[in-house]
């Protein structure tokens, strides 16, 4: 009986041992493919963890363009975006992000959002962070995004066009837990009506 113990012990050992080698957070093949199609486009790639499990690929450019967002549609396991500088992202780029179906975190800096921009990214139900800093963002375009029901971090840095006429969109977000408004025409007032 002792021998066979001493067996069982040594392969649970071994096996034990060869499973804390796999890293937990060890990408898939899925998600390897994910992470080289984006280096391909010319950004990083990297998992994350806090991310939903079906999409934890999270894409960084620091300059988008149209191509890149194009080439991530292919990969659901494609759960954030992050572009640096989207200056040069079109309508045509932004409408690919609707086709990641659980992209919960986007950000897109130094945009020019329009309403045709914002118009898809309102069709990504499952974000719950969104950033848009100095994107040129009015009060008509931040409506825009009122179906994001699920949204619990919101940044709108650097966008001087909105006002306190916003606020009534950021109080339709009733998840939203962090808001950031640096450089906004927001005011006293318009901070009032988040009052509850």
């Given at each position: 009986?002792?021998?066979?113990?001493?067996?069982?012990l040594?392969?649970?050992?071994?096996?034990?041992?060869?499973?804390a080698?796999?890293?937990?957070?060890?990408p898939?093949?899925?998600?390897?493919?994910?992470?080289?199609?984006?280096?391909?486009?010319?950004?990083?790639?990297?998992?994350?963890?806090?991310?939903?499990?079906?999409?934890?690929?999270?894409?960084?450019f620091?300059?988008?363009?149209?191509?890149?967002?194009?080439?991530?549609k292919?990969?659901?396991?494609?759960?954030?975006?992050?572009?640096?500088?989207?200056?040069?992202?079109?309508?045509?780029?932004?409408?690919?992000?609707?086709?990641?179906?659980?992209?919960?975190?986007?950000?897109?800096?130094?945009?020019?959002?329009?309403?045709?921009?914002?118009?898809?990214?309102?069709?990504?139900?499952?974000?719950?962070?969104?950033?848009?800093?100095?994107?040129?963002?009015?009060?008509?375009?931040?409506?825009?995004?009122?179906?994001?029901?699920?949204?619990?971090?919101?940044?709108?840095?650097?966008?001087?066009q909105?006002?306190?006429?916003?606020?009534?969109?950021?109080?339709?977000?009733?998840?939203?837990?962090?808001?950031?408004?640096?450089?906004?025409?927001?005011?006293?007032?318009?901070?009032a009506?988040?009052?509850?």
């Amino acid at each position: 009986m002792r021998p066979s113990l001493t067996l069982c012990l040594a392969l649970t050992l071994a096996f034990g041992s060869r499973a804390a080698a796999q890293p937990k957070d060890a990408p898939t093949a899925d998600e390897r493919a994910a992470i080289a199609a984006i280096v391909k486009a010319g950004g990083q790639g990297e998992i994350d963890p806090k991310l939903d499990p079906a999409a934890r690929v999270v894409a960084k450019f620091d300059a988008g363009a149209d191509a890149a967002l194009l080439a991530l549609k292919k990969f659901p396991q494609v759960g954030a975006v992050e572009v640096f500088d989207g200056s040069k992202l079109t309508d045509k780029g932004l409408k690919a992000l609707p086709e990641l179906p659980h992209l919960r975190r986007l950000a897109v800096g130094k945009s020019d959002m329009t309403p045709a921009r914002v118009a898809p990214i309102a069709k990504c139900k499952e974000l719950r962070d969104l950033r848009l800093p100095e994107a040129g963002l009015s009060n008509a375009e931040l409506a825009a995004l009122a179906p994001l029901a699920l949204l619990e971090q919101l940044d709108l840095s650097g966008n001087a066009q909105l006002g306190d006429k916003a606020m009534a969109t950021v109080k339709e977000f009733e998840r939203l837990r962090a808001l950031f408004l640096s450089k906004t025409a927001i005011t006293d007032a318009g901070l009032a009506e988040l009052k509850g």
